[in-house]
């Protein structure tokens, strides 16, 4: 199995930045596409980013002037960083990838989630 384990979640005042770490590691064979999701009170889950393994970024429009992803493959880690942070950050975050196991699995893992919240 893969497990997916978040870091660096807290509470920020708005304007300001934050970066969020997800470090893979169990049985892993290859991780494909790394990413992270949020989801606000009384709101549905929603895409923040995703990174494929060779680098390719994708990010809906509303976050996309704030926010980067990347990767570090070696580690089996990706990281978000978001600026200019805003109330409607807040949300738990959550670390996804599509993953493949040493048992040749493939399949989507999910993280347990951070709390990032932004205060004005």
């Known amino acids: 199995q893969v497990q997916l384990v978040e870091s660096g979640g807290g509470l920020v005042q708005a304007g300001g930045s934050l970066r969020l770490s997800c470090a893979a590691s169990?049985?892993?064979?290859?991780?494909?596409?790394m990413g992270w999701y949020r989801q606000a009170p009384g709101k549905q889950r929603e895409l923040v980013a995703t990174?494929?393994?060779?680098?390719?970024?994708n990010y809906p429009d509303s976050v996309k002037d704030r926010v980067t992803i990347s990767r570090d493959n070696p580690k089996n880690t990706v990281y978000l960083q978001i600026n200019s942070l805003k109330p409607e950050d807040t949300a738990v975050y959550y670390c996804?990838?599509?993953?493949?196991?040493?048992?040749?699995?493939?399949?989507?893992?999910w993280g347990q989630g951070t709390q990032v919240t932004v205060s004005s």
């Open positions: 169990g049985s892993i064979f290859a991780i494909f596409t």
């Open positions: 996804y990838a599509y993953a493949e196991s040493i048992a040749r699995v493939r399949r989507d893992y």
């Open positions: 990174i494929t393994s060779g680098g390719s970024t």
